[in-house]
């Protein structure tokens, strides 16, 4: 296993490094009047010596080793233009704290909703919390949750007297966010739960195990849900470590003072070395996360192996 | 041991008694051999599409959504030129010359006016006919580009490695970058917009068709095919591809209201179509601003109904047609 997870490292390393080449050499495509906000004003002069002071006019390979250079000294650099001057890592360590709690928050709520939903979902086949959850996840899944996020915010402040703005201090107005953040992911559990509670229901296994006389508790806790989480358990790790992203309507509809849109609105202001650092910390996670989650399969079910490649199939 | 014995005895005499009480005819003779009989094979007259529509027909709620579908999109088409329809960007302006502004839904305005006072209800059609353009383009484009490279991936070995790596790069470049140069390089239009999205859509298709691909690839039936030296196109489009249908058929689906909510959201952060382009993005981030007060909160709704409608039929319409699709759902 540590031979394996090892051998995955580093070629993880390697694809960071190409996919940190490729997004470094696309933002310098990006077109010159980005970087300023007054460009009309600027004359030729002030232009060409803002360029310089950024390291813009170097050869793209030079910025490159440049950028790596730095990188290996541990640093990610100052931000350009969001903030200007204020290194990277601090406006990330401002910012991530809210959106991984909110998250943290909103997944134990998913898993606390989602998992209960889709169980009672595979054991009442076509009965009510068969119809319930299904109609939940079709809307969930179906309608862009831009939508239903916006008419959350709008009627549920109503009915219920919560606060439209989310504030740090006041735990009531972090209801309602975390609760929207957790619906999408909820109706995903239970969706993926219920398929492979279903599946596994339907096996031999089983049905010996309630011919023998085991009490469909039993059945349910120690071999139906054991087994059919093993796949599920394959996306915690991504999603626990996603949570720092936060999530951009959610945190600009009741204006959280989060991660959420940071990369985007970054991008859009051509603050390069923000860009850069965000998208290396993202897909690290992504890749990080995808490793966890093999490794997490393997000590929930030992059958599954990594290490020698798989039969004739 | 002997009770069972002396049971059994008794059981196959009462059965032998039976036999002997029947007449001739029903007991076992032996058939004559005929030669023009024995070259006659079993013939069923199953079709795969019949049988898909079949099985499709039987669900009544998708069918009943297909059918309102149907008729979303033949209104939003002919709309326009339909009499009596008012155009979806003119302002139009009460007897003093003031624009209409805010007006609620009214016999006139069916969904009312905007704050510019544009009609609402030829608005939302104009929006919808937008959204749903984008929709089918993306998810056909995200098919056809997706299939391609999937069973590229998926069915030869040597490349497995490089698009696996391909793959991961990919996978982790923001589409916002891609979408900002693009709209840099081109002007913001349906077609921008539709381009940039099957640039980056694609990738999921190819990945789901490529692990579906890897699953029957050797399958016995596609070992014999292989053995008996069948190129591989054929096995490709005649074993691999046909098994995939339903799958692809439930991709393609739901492609549609993803590629409708991705516009959505690219209008929420600011990459989406000019305003003078009515989609539903637009008219939901429009309502968006207004929603704080309740009496204009009509602007959000009429744009959040019609594309909630649309987004939900296609899924369930998706999943019931891809469920009719596998031939193990057919009698």
């Known amino acids: 296993m540590l031979k394996y997870a090892a051998k995955r490292l580093i070629q993880s390393l390697v694809t960071l490094v190409i996919i940190i080449t490729i997004v470094f050499s696309l933002l310098r495509l990006m077109p010159v009047e980005g970087y300023f906000q007054n460009f009309d004003k600027l004359d030729k002069n002030q232009i060409h010596a803002a360029l310089l002071s950024m390291g813009l006019?170097?050869?793209?390979?030079?910025?490159l080793k440049n950028f790596f250079v730095q990188l290996l000294h541990g640093s990610l650099g100052n931000s350009l233009i969001y903030r200007p001057n204020v290194p990277v890592l601090d406006i990330i360590a401002d910012k991530a704290p809210v959106?991984?709690?909110?998250?943290?928050?909103?997944?134990?709520?998913?898993?606390l909703l989602g998992l209960p939903l889709g169980t009672a979902m595979a054991r009442s086949k076509a009965k009510f919390w068969d119809k319930f959850g299904t109609a939940f996840i079709v809307f969930v899944t179906a309608v862009p949750a831009a939508v239903y996020y916006l008419l959350i915010q709008v009627y549920f402040t109503d009915w219920l007297g919560l606060p439209i703005l989310f504030s740090e201090s006041d735990?009531?107005?972090?209801i309602l966010p975390t609760v929207s953040l957790?619906?999408?992911?909820?109706?995903?559990?239970a969706m993926w739960l219920r398929r492979y509670m279903v599946d596994e229901l339907n096996k031999d296994y089983i049905r010996l195990a309630r011919a023998k006389g085991v009490d469909s508790k039993t059945i349910m806790k120690k071999h139906v849900f054991r087994n059919a989480f093993v796949p599920m358990v394959q996306y915690l790790p991504t999603s626990l470590l996603y949570t720092?992203?936060?999530?951009?309507?959610?945190?600009?509809?009741?204006?959280v003072p989060g991660m959420g849109g940071l990369l985007v609105n970054v991008i859009q202001r051509q603050d390069n070395n923000m860009v850069q650092a965000l998208v290396l910390?993202?897909?690290?996670?992504?890749?990080?996360?995808?490793?966890?989650?093999?490794?997490l399969m393997n000590l929930m079910d030992p059958r599954i192996s990594f290490e020698k490649k798989g039969g004739a199939r | 041991m002997a009770l069972r014995h002396k049971k059994t005895a008794a059981v196959e005499e009462s059965i032998n008694e039976s036999f002997k009480n029947l007449p001739d005819d029903e007991l076992f003779t032996f058939a004559g051999f005929d030669e023009a009989a024995a070259e006659k094979t079993g013939y069923s007259d199953y079709s795969y599409w019949r049988s898909t529509f079949q099985v499709f027909l039987k669900d009544r709620v998708a069918v009943s959504l297909l059918i309102l579908i149907g008729i979303i999109l033949l209104f939003a088409f002919l709309q326009p030129h339909l009499p009596g329809q008012r155009s979806a960007t003119q302002i139009y302006n009460d007897a003093s010359g003031m624009q209409i502004r805010n007006l609620p839904p009214n016999a006139e305005f069916w969904f009312g006016t905007n704050s510019i006072g544009q009609d609402l209800w030829s608005r939302v059609w104009s929006g919808t006919r937008t959204s749903?353009?984008?929709?089918?383009?993306?998810?056909?484009s995200e098919a056809v580009l997706g299939i391609l490279m999937g069973v590229l991936w998926g069915y030869i070995r040597r490349l497995d490695r490089l698009f696996t790596e391909i793959y991961n790069v990919l996978d982790n470049i923001p589409q916002t970058i891609i979408l900002i140069l693009f709209s840099y390089i081109m002007r913001p239009s349906v077609s921008t917009l539709i381009i940039a999205m099957c640039l980056t859509g694609w990738l999921d298709m190819a990945r789901f068709i490529r692990n579906q691909i890897l699953i029957i690839r050797d399958r016995d039936y596609n070992l014999a095919s292989r053995c008996l030296g069948t190129p591989s196109r054929r096995i490709i489009l005649r074993n691999l591809l046909p098994?995939?249908?339903?799958?692809?058929?439930l991709r393609m689906a739901l492609a549609i209201p993803a590629a409708i909510g991705n516009e959505v959201f690219l209008t929420y952060i600011g990459l989406g179509l000019p305003v003078s382009i009515p989609s539903l993005g637009n008219l939901i981030n429009e309502g968006r601003v207004l929603m704080t007060s309740a009496a204009l909160r009509y602007q959000l709704f009429f744009p959040a109904i019609a594309l909630s409608v649309v987004t939900i039929s296609f899924y369930i319409i998706g999943n019931a047609f891809a469920d009719a699709s596998d031939p193990k759902n057919h009698i």
């Open chain 1, 182 to 189: 957790s619906l999408g992911n909820i109706a995903y559990y």
């Open chain 1, 171 to 174: 735990p009531v107005s972090w």
């Open chain 1, 57 to 63: 006019l170097d050869p793209l390979p030079v910025q």
């Open chain 2, 243 to 249: 098994y995939l249908v339903s799958v692809i058929m």
């Open chain 1, 281 to 295: 910390i993202y897909s690290a996670i992504g890749i990080v996360g995808l490793l966890f989650g093999d490794i």
């Open chain 1, 244 to 255: 720092i992203a936060g999530s951009i309507y959610i945190e600009s509809l009741y204006s």
């Open chain 1, 99 to 111: 959106s991984i709690f909110m998250g943290l928050a909103s997944m134990a709520i998913a898993l």
């Open chain 2, 132 to 140: 749903l353009l984008i929709g089918f383009a993306v998810a056909l």
